[in-house]
């Protein structure tokens, strides 16, 4: 029971962890995610592996809690706290952003143009408004909000682990 639940928080911390900037890429232009990504994500693994060139030749390393086991099966373990802490701020940091890139949104016209992808969004609204593609900019949807609700979890857990 304890392998599956650690299975369960491991596919929610993939979830928060590369699937919601990843969707988040759909709602604000990449290039404006990029500060982001780099403060929060290539940042805090670079002091984690004492060097900034092992997260931009392993991606991977600025996704994951690397020498930790919830099961107790690595030989030295490190605490994996502080990344968490950090993971927890990230998700709800995205979180924050998405009102903020909405048409109600009190933000100044100017910093959303630069911001938003609206490419993106103009093509599902073309895709709604035209009735062919409904079922795509549909599913999209209940998939976004079903990694946002995962990701959410994620967070709840993960703070009361802490």
């Not at 630069?114 to 490419?119: F, L, Y």
């Amino acid at each position: 029971l304890r392998c599956v639940a650690v299975l369960g928080y491991r596919m929610l911390e993939l979830c928060a962890g590369a699937l919601l900037p990843a969707c988040m890429c759909w709602i604000m232009d990449p290039c404006a995610l990029l500060p982001l990504f780099v403060g929060l994500w290539l940042l805090p693994a670079a002091l984690r592996c004492r060097s900034l060139a092992k997260p931009v030749c392993y991606p991977i390393l600025c996704f994951v809690v690397d020498d930790v086991s919830l099961l107790g099966l690595h030989p030295t373990p490190r605490n994996g706290q502080l990344l968490y802490a950090v993971g927890v701020f990230r998700t709800i940091a995205l979180f924050a952003v998405i009102p903020l890139c909405s048409e109600w949104s009190p933000v100044p016209i100017e910093v959303k143009n630069a911001v938003v992808n609206w490419k993106a969004l103009d093509l599902f609204d073309r895709a709604i408004s035209s009735g062919g593609s409904v079922f795509m900019a549909t599913l999209w949807l209940i998939c976004s909000g079903v990694v946002l609700a995962l990701s959410l979890v994620w967070v709840i857990v993960t703070v009361m682990m802490l």
